[in-house]
């Protein structure tokens, strides 16, 4: 199964079991999950549904939000990739609060589009982000995506963005 190639800092690899404890680490994390769906922390079984989700979405359609390894410590500090919407993947991300801050985020989500782009084939990728959330809404700027449309969902508002991959903007590596 091919992964986005490594880059300076980070690794990407497949969810293993034990990665329940690190992840529910971040996902347990209230300034973590701030901005993510109702904006509560995940229980521990929502975890595990997501590691079996991922690893699910991997084997059906050949991608996933895989699990990021910091490559100084070995530790997983979070996940970035793309969701198989049925329809243009979705690219997501989120990382431990410690490691917020240091252009990760971008990093990793540009190796995911040379991924999505030179071996995947896609041609096209969309975000959804809550417009408060300006780290976020930042990294997908810097990646060139453009502001589709905006929407409420549970009184919160959301900005769907897309980009072409053939035309998007690199970031400095
Ligand atoms: C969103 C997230 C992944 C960003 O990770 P990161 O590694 O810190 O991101 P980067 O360092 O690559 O880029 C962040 C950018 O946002 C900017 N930024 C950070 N906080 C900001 C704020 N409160 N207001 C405005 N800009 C902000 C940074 O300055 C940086 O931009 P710059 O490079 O132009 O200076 C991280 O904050 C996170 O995991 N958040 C919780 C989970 C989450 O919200 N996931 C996304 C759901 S859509």
Known sequence: MSLPPNSERIMFRAWHDDDVAALHAINSDPQVMRFVADGQGWP????????????????????????????????????????????????????????????????????????????????????????????????????GMTRDRTFQRDGREVAVYSCCLASSVRPPR
Request: hydrophobic residues 45%; glycine residues 8%.
């Open 44 to 143: 521990i079984s929502r975890t595990q549904q997501f590691i079996k989700a991922a690893s699910d979405m991997l084997e059906q359609s050949g991608f996933c939000q895989w699990a990021l390894i910091d490559k100084s410590s070995g530790c997983l500090i979070g996940f970035c990739g793309l969701v198989d919407t049925g329809d243009v993947p979705e690219i997501g991300w989120r990382l431990a609060r410690d490691y917020w801050g240091r252009g990760l985020a971008t990093e990793a989500a540009a190796a995911v589009f040379d991924h999505a782009r030179d071996t995947l084939g896609l041609s096209r990728v969309m975000a959804t982000v809550q417009t408060e959330n300006a780290a976020s809404v930042r990294v997908i700027e810097k990646l």
